[in-house]
């Protein structure tokens, strides 16, 4: 391309010097407008391949950092999918502890390991990383407008409330988890003079407020799971979106 350009360029100035020798100055004259609409011509075609290439960038960029989003949101969405199954389970350990206290069962030994799985607290924490960097470099750099305030809606908006509400239903975890301590009897020497540490009493199970305990960590389940369920789909149409467009 640049050969051509040249060679041309060197054609009309022999034929410019030649007509100029046999002073034909209006067949001169065109052929000098035809050399400057060359350059000018020449100029379009190098701003425009310049603005493709900067296109190509940006786009190029801007599929780069929706990646990065879209898997920090699927780690995310697998991070809630294990808070459910924990919760999951930690609701069944409260449901069979439940049954042993309406059936008058006396506590021994072999029920600790179940017991102290009561202790289970999970922490929630989101990948906002991507979607922070993308923010502080121009949010306007995604070009999909439907997209750009999707991502606003949900990393700046419905995040935040999800956090809330899950700090909300999980806030007396430190609480429940301090009360089921307290039940345990002080350390002591048993007849063969050994200690014996953290015995729990064997009428744990009727004690008031082990039932009482029983009913808020089952709320807290109940809870925590029904904003889990909710934000869930959230997340996977976000994913989606993106995915699509990265696609396109």
Excluded: C
Excluded at 149 to 170: E, R, S, V
Excluded at 213 to 239: G, M, N, Q
């Amino acid at each position: 391309m640049r050969y051509d350009k040249d060679h041309m360029i060197k054609l009309f100035r022999k034929v410019r010097q030649k007509m100029l020798n046999e002073n034909k100055f209006s067949k001169y004259l065109l052929y000098a407008i035809g050399e400057i609409v060359l350059v000018v011509i020449g100029i379009l075609i190098a701003l425009q391949i310049g603005n493709l290439n900067q296109e190509k960038r940006d786009r190029d960029y801007e599929i780069k950092m929706l990646s990065e989003i879209e898997k920090g949101l699927r780690l995310d969405l697998s991070n809630l999918q294990e808070h459910f199954e924990a919760y999951t389970t930690l609701g069944n350990t409260v449901d069979h502890f439940t049954n042993l206290t309406n059936d008058h069962v006396v506590f021994d030994d072999s029920m600790l390991p179940k017991l102290w799985k009561l202790n289970l607290g999970r922490y929630l924490q989101f990948n906002r990383g991507p979607y922070d960097a993308l923010k502080s470099s121009g949010i306007d750099r995604v070009s999909n407008d439907s997209i750009r305030n999707h991502l606003i809606n949900f990393f700046d908006y419905k995040l935040l409330d999800f956090q809330t509400q899950i700090d909300h239903t999980t806030r007396r975890y430190r609480s429940n988890v301090d009360l089921l301590l307290s039940f345990r009897e002080a350390p002591f020497l048993d007849k063969d003079s050994n200690w014996v540490i953290n015995r729990v009493p064997e009428d744990i199970l009727q004690k008031p407020k082990f039932v009482w305990l029983l009913s808020d960590i089952d709320y807290r389940v109940w809870s925590s799971k029904i904003e889990i369920e909710e934000f869930t789909p959230e997340i996977e149409v976000l994913i989606q979106r993106i995915n699509n467009e990265i696609d396109k």
